[in-house]
């Protein structure tokens, strides 16, 4: 706590700017023919924006992260950005689920409450999910089991990086970055001097009952207050079939057979009932409520403000049937009948609450070379607790604050510091992670070179790290340097861009994959680190294209990363205190992956459009002895059509995910799946396209899909057949 009090927060890291998809940004010219579909479509994308943009033109409302000057660079290719109507369409409590139909994401979906987004077949401790620009500071890269703590009911929107850009806003961000905007700290002063966003939902696979409202109200002409909450509740969620896959079904009835043989005729009903449970997942509820105030000050072209947060969930883990069986039976032969009390002993659940704290400036400086000067910064107190039945297993304490300030350049450059402190704690008797302390402290800059038809871009970042655990008498120190550089060009008039980036990335191990040794039962596993971990480094090359040919528009990314000790979590197929044992490892691996998207209109007339959406994923990663890394995506397609008639739009969906038997050590196949959707939106308002109601089906034909990248894909498949029914407001 000490050396936390004591910490001074300085600093700063890059923000930059990436363009939404191009069909989210199309602008139709001002004349009297009807608009086509597609017109329609960005002009509403772009109406809803509206309501909320700044008028300072370098602000965040240009849906970048900051800095409007870079969100041509094309190092940053791999982008997306969720609007609002996206965001109601894909609604969940978890930001990785609301991602998953973004080309090269997919999510952890460990369970309804805790899904964290993967990039590229990255995650974790390589993937950095940020609000706006800065660090959630929960322990959601700890481990799979662990919440985000972002509420999707209350953002205005969320951004998607992938590709060596990412890496500006921190070491951690190998793999990508996710960044949700939110409208905690207002930029501007709202039209009419009051705004209000709403949005609530139900659904019928989880007994849904949700709602979120945001409030921006106008104190006087330079001073806005603004308000925020949520609350959402769900039940356990519906399934289509069994809850465990056939494999481990299989097992647990050949147990079951044994223990029969035996005598044991309890213990074999209850291996049996495992097996055959079916149609829902038992203790996968969630509640969760959110609150948050802040306060906005825009004089001229500059603002300021800040803002504090409350964030509180309580979420059920789905435990995987049988593990631990004799453990208990050992530990009591006491069960009731229905063995209500082994059931309660098995149950984990996981109390989850952060407060948080906010500042941002954006401080024009006039005339010279800098044209503003952007400061960021926040402090969590972030405390979770797992629980085991009504018992306190394990207790994760973290208090962080993370900063960074950003020059801009008049030429569009930027130059920057960041810096972050985080101090770690896990209390109780099956803490898995020793206390531990990291600090880092970077500078960074991001350049262009415009040579008409080509550009030369290119980004660098060093960056000094400490991880220490006083308890273990351990301290690491590692410098890190990465880099990134394109060549951009032009062919064409139409707006097409091709062009090339080469990077090199490095990234030190965290706390956790050092320091781990013990059990973790809300994974039901016992974890190993490796204080001796040495910095992970990768090459990367990545070929893109993107733009808009006639009235299409693609993105397209071919990539290659060639990693030396990549840091990974390998199960050895051994066991302590009756868990399997997973431990850190590092060893050279490549990954080599494709992603791309088209929306193409197919039907566009007047009053009418049919628009297609097609999108592709697909993503191979093997270390150097030829085996394969463990939870690696499969591939996955996604195609759409869209009829737009003013107020009412009709979207059909179909997912489809391959099937993965390019597994590591101990980890099982998963099955292809393929999922069907369907959304109905009216939007009764001709002047407010914004207010919205939607009526979706998902998993339309009750589909069992299980996700390859969840360490619970065996027990925990995605959700049956759901209706769900949701408002959004804005006015």
């Given at each position: ?7 001074l ?6 923000s ?19 608009p ?30 900051t ?57 974790g401790?390589?993937?950095r999910?940020?609000?706006?620009g800065?660090?959630?500071a ?19 929107r ?22 949700v905007?939110?409208?905690r ?11 209000v ?5 139900a ?8 709602g ?39 097992d647990?009835?050949?147990d079951a ?6 005598g ?12 055959n ?13 959110t ?7 825009i ?18 883990l ?27 002993e ?13 500042f941002?400036?954006?401080?024009a400086l ?19 607790t ?7 297993g ?11 300030a950003?020059?801009i ?8 510091l ?44 060093y ?11 351990i301290e690491?120190?590692f ?12 062919p ?6 091709i ?24 994974t ?29 528009e ?24 009756e ?5 850190f ?11 791309g ?7 566009d ?10 999108r ?15 939870r ?28 993965q038997d390019?597994?590591a ?5 998963t ?12 939007r ?21 899909g ?20 949701s ?5």
């Amino acid at each position: 706590m000490k050396s936390f009090a004591s910490s001074l927060a300085l600093a700063t890291a890059l923000s930059f700017s990436f363009s939404a998809p191009a069909y989210a940004q199309q602008n139709s010219d001002a004349n009297d023919a009807e608009p086509s579909s597609q017109e329609r479509a960005a002009t509403r994308i772009e109406a809803e924006r509206e309501r909320n943009r700044p008028d300072d033109p370098h602000s965040r409302g240009n849906i970048l992260i900051t800095t409007e000057g870079l969100r041509d660079l094309d190092f940053i290719a791999g982008q997306d950005v969720l609007e609002p109507e996206e965001i109601q369409r894909n609604l969940s409590g978890q930001v990785g689920e609301v991602l998953s139909k973004v080309p090269g994401v997919s999510a952890t979906s460990f369970a309804p409450g805790a899904s964290r987004p993967i990039l590229r077949g990255l995650d974790g401790e390589r993937v950095r999910v940020l609000i706006d620009g800065v660090g959630t500071a929960d322990a959601g890269n700890t481990s799979a089991d662990h919440a985000t703590a972002i509420e999707p009911l209350i953002v205005e929107r969320i951004e998607v990086l992938r590709g060596p850009a990412a890496l500006l806003f921190g070491s951690q961000a190998i793999g990508g970055v996710v960044n949700v905007i939110d409208r905690r700290i207002p930029a501007s002063v709202p039209e009419g001097g009051f705004h209000v966003d709403a949005l609530v939902a139900a659904d019928s696979v989880s007994d849904l009952l949700s709602g979120g409202l945001s409030v921006d109200a106008a104190i006087s002409d330079t001073v806005v207050a603004h308000f925020d909450g949520s609350y959402r509740d769900t039940d356990d969620v519906e399934i289509p079939g069994f809850q465990v896959a056939p494999e481990l079904r299989a097992d647990l009835l050949a147990d079951a057979e044994e223990e029969e043989a035996e005598g044991a005729l309890d213990e074999a009903e209850e291996l049996r009932e495992a097996a055959n449970r079916r149609g829902f997942l038992p203790n996968s509820s969630t509640e969760t409520y959110t609150v948050n105030g802040g306060l906005g000050v825009i004089i001229g072209e500059s603002d300021f403000g800040f803002s504090v947060g409350y964030y509180d969930t309580f979420y059920g883990l789905i435990g995987r049937p049988g593990a631990g069986h004799h453990h208990h039976g050992e530990e009591g032969e006491d069960h009731d009948e229905d063995h209500g009390g082994e059931e309660e002993e098995e149950t984990v659940s996981i109390g989850l609450e952060q407060f948080r704290a906010d500042f941002r400036g954006n401080i024009a400086l006039g005339g010279g070379f800098f044209d503003r000067l952007k400061l960021r910064g926040g402090y969590s107190d972030y405390t979770h607790t797992e629980f085991e039945g009504t018992e306190v297993g394990t207790v994760f304490d973290t208090q962080t604050i993370e900063t960074r300030a950003e020059l801009i350049q008049r030429s569009g450059g930027v130059v920057g510091l960041q810096y972050r402190f985080r101090d770690f704690q896990a209390v109780g008797e099956e803490a898995f992670v020793a206390p531990n302390d990291t600090t880092q402290l970077a500078v960074f800059t991001v350049q262009e070179l415009d040579f008409g038809a080509v550009q030369l871009e290119g980004a660098g970042r060093y960056e000094m790290v400490d991880v220490e655990s006083r308890v273990l008498d351990i301290e690491r120190d590692f410098d890190l340097f990465s880099g990134a550089a394109s060549l951009v060009f032009e062919p064409f008039e139409d707006d097409v861009r091709i062009g090339v980036t080469g990077s090199r990335s490095e990234r030190a191990p965290a706390g956790e994959e050092l320091f781990a040794n013990g059990p973790h039962i809300a994974t039901q596993a016992f974890e190993i680190g490796d204080p001796d971990l040495d910095v992970e480094s990768a090459w990367g090359l990545e070929a893109f294209a993107r733009g808009a040919i006639g009235g299409a528009e693609f993105g397209v990314s071919v990539y290659k990363q060639w990693f030396d000790d990549f840091i990974f979590l390998q199960e050895t197929g051994e066991e302590e205190d009756e868990l399997p044992v997973f431990v850190f490892l590092q060893q050279d691996t490549d990954f080599f992956g494709v992603e791309g998207e088209v929306r193409f209109p197919l039907v566009d007339t007047d009053g009418f459009g049919l628009i297609g959406d097609v999108r592709a994923s697909y993503v191979e990663a093997e270390f150097d002895d030829g085996t394969n890394v463990p939870r690696i995506p499969p591939l996955s397609l996604f195609g759409a059509l869209e009829a737009q008639t003013g107020a009412f739009d009709l979207r059909g969906e179909v997912q489809y995910f391959a099937e993965q038997d390019e597994v590591a050590a101990f980890e099982t196949p998963t099955d292809d799946f393929t999922f069907v959707n369907a959304y109905l939106t009216w939007r009764p308002l001709q002047d407010n396209s914004a207010v919205a109601l939607q009526l979706a089906g998902e998993n339309l034909f009750d589909v069992t899909g299980r996700r390859h990248a969840s360490f619970a894909k065996d027990f925990a498949p995605l959700p049956g057949r759901n209706i769900r029914a949701s408002v959004r407001l804005s006015f």
